[in-house]
């Protein structure tokens, strides 16, 4: 049977897993807390509790028995599943494939202009220069132990629970302008599809950039979110006066198109949602649906 080990089952994660769980595959994976723990659990997965700082020898055990291994834990100054499972991965002889969850922030800025995979990783962000080192390593650690190792570079996440559509609902939600700023972004659906996808077919030490087809500027989101739930969307802010908290302002510090040509050639996917409008829809018929 196939078996999927989770480091860090959030958001994406959560939705490839449970894609697969309804496949027959066996799913464990790690969460913070031990309430966490006790919710996969119910869902009938394996869990384990894994905060980064010690290791965990059921963890260990558990690694012997996968077949596929898919991390979503993000780095600090190494990256912290590596720094305590290295070892135990290099003697996991049942494990066919790595996929590791990044980020398109690698880029860095590029004033607007396209990127795809064979653009070199540039970004002078503390969190982007830790991305792409957690790469490297993971991607030198599927070649040393000869497994093939796939990174996975996700545009801006979004879907049911996540979208401007509930933040509109929240009042959370704000047009902010910055001239000529786009952002890519993806429906978690197109993920969990995208990582089935690569799995299927895995290529090693293969890059893939995880976006939709239409970059675009994010008050027109907010825009067309707004008029979806027939209400006014919230009034523009400039950038300049937007007063965000440095957290949220560095993502308007990074200006690029992202290309996806290569997920739409080598693994054939066609988007469930190639543009906001259609996964914006989408989440609208869940909420609906919720409400029933």
């Given at each position: ?5 989770c ?9 490839i897993a449970?894609?697969l769980?309804a496949?027959?595959?066996?799913i ?8 966490g723990?006790?919710a ?11 905060d980064g700082?010690s ?13 596929h291994?898919l ?9 912290p599943?590596?720094r ?6 290099r003697?996991?002889t ?10 398109v922030?690698?880029?860095g ?15 002078t ?8 080192a ?5 991607l030198?650690?599927g070649?040393t132990a ?13 879907g ?13 939600a704000?047009r ?5 700023q ?10 969990a599809?995208?990582?089935r996808?690569?799995?299927s077919?895995?290529v ?17 989101v ?12 919230p ?6 006066d937007a ?22 050639q080598e693994?054939?996917i ?12 989408a ?8 409400r029933?």
């Amino acid at each position: 049977m196939s078996h999927l080990f989770c480091f860090g089952l959030g958001y994406s994660a959560s939705r490839i897993a449970r894609m697969l769980a309804a496949e027959g595959w066996s799913i464990s994976g790690t969460v913070r807390t031990p309430e966490g723990a006790a919710a996969l659990v119910a869902q009938g997965y394996d869990a384990f509790v894994f905060d980064g700082t010690s290791a965990n020898t059921d963890i260990a055990k558990a690694l012997r028995n996968a077949t596929h291994l898919l991390v979503s834990v993000p780095p600090g100054d190494d990256d912290p599943v590596l720094r305590h499972y290295a070892a135990d991965l290099r003697a996991a002889t049942s494990l066919r494939w790595i996929g590791y969850l990044s980020t398109v922030g690698v880029y860095g800025d590029r004033g607007g202009a396209w990127v795809d995979e064979t653009t070199p990783a540039d970004t002078t962000s503390i969190r982007g220069r830790q991305r792409i080192a957690a790469e490297q390593a993971w991607l030198a650690l599927g070649d040393t132990a000869t497994i093939p190792t796939q990174v996975f570079r996700l545009a801006g996440i979004y879907g049911l629970g996540r979208s401007a559509l509930d933040r509109l609902r929240d009042g959370t939600a704000h047009r902010i302008v910055k001239p000529g700023q786009v952002f890519n972004r993806i429906h978690v659906d197109d993920i969990a599809q995208t990582v089935r996808a690569a799995m299927s077919a895995p290529v090693s030490s293969r890059v893939y950039n995880v976006t939709d087809d239409e970059p675009a500027p994010p008050q027109d989101v907010v825009a067309y979110a707004a008029e979806l739930l027939h209400m006014p969307p919230p009034p523009e802010v400039a950038f300049a006066d937007a007063h965000l908290t440095p957290m949220a302002a560095s993502f308007y510090a990074d200006n690029k198109r992202v290309s996806n040509a290569r997920l739409h050639q080598e693994l054939g996917i066609t988007l469930k949602f190639p543009t906001y409008r259609e996964g914006l829809r989408a989440v609208l018929d869940e909420l609906a649906l919720e409400r029933q």
